[in-house]
């Protein structure tokens, strides 16, 4: 489904990735998982078109898209749920969640059911629908986060980037917000992960990677790193 390869990416004269592979398959979640500055959201950027990778291959389905634009990658059926939420703030979030259907609007991706997964969304995350005329900049933090995963998820996508979805966002929030990607695993839904909680990453994942200083360390089987010693101890102390 999606395939890291080698993968070079920074930015200007920094180098950031250091030649990193990792591998997405169709309906599991992989979760990326390391420290501050290990590079796990330059890895996101680089994926979904907001930086250049400097070296290495990235495909979906089979095909290149490493280089492209983000735009003709979130054509192809790639999702990004950026860390920082982004939301349209002087829109609504039913309109939020509309541009997130835009390809399948312009007929750049299959178009589907669109009203459909609207409702669909808002029945996923409850909160929204309850404040689906509010403008998005009234919101409070974890309702944009939620609201940027729904907007991600009215793509249709092949696969989603969820970077930090937790960020900043009290436990209870933080509870909901694994909740709901379980039940978008339940779903078959495709997911590459970034996480600060990686026990909680872990536990809802099907294979792990941590990353250190720009390089893959460690990966396997998520119920496997959960219970690797070094991983407990670098990564699952402190309450994480």
Do not use: C, W
Request: aromatic share 4%; charged share 20%; glycine share 12%.
């Amino acid at each position: 489904m999606l395939k890291i390869h080698n993968l070079f990416a920074g930015y200007g004269k920094v180098e950031v990735l250091h030649g990193i592979s990792i591998e997405v398959p169709q309906g599991k979640v992989v979760t990326l998982i390391g420290s501050n500055g290990a590079g796990k959201t330059t890895t996101m950027r680089a994926v979904s078109g907001m930086i250049a990778p400097g070296a290495g291959e990235i495909t979906l389905n089979g095909q290149r898209i490493d280089g492209l634009e983000s735009y003709d990658i979130a054509k192809r059926g790639l999702a990004h749920s950026p860390e920082g939420r982004r939301v349209f703030a002087t829109m609504t979030v039913t309109d939020n969640l509309t541009l997130g259907a835009f390809p399948r609007l312009t007929g750049s991706r299959p178009r589907g059911d669109v009203a459909a997964d609207l409702e669909r969304a808002l029945e996923l995350f409850p909160r929204l629908k309850e404040r689906r005329t509010q403008l998005a900049g009234t919101l409070s933090g974890g309702e944009q986060q939620m609201l940027a995963m729904a907007r991600a998820v009215m793509l249709n996508p092949d696969v989603v980037l969820l970077d930090e979805p937790s960020m900043g966002l009290a436990p209870i929030l933080v509870a909901e917000v694994f909740r709901i990607i379980g039940r978008l695993k339940s779903e078959g839904v495709t997911m590459l992960l970034v996480e600060q909680f990686a026990a909680a990453a872990l536990g809802v994942a099907d294979y792990g990677y941590v990353l250190e200083n720009g390089r893959i360390s460690l990966h396997g089987p998520a119920e496997k790193l959960r219970n690797d010693p070094a991983v407990k101890a670098a990564y699952l102390g402190g309450g994480h």
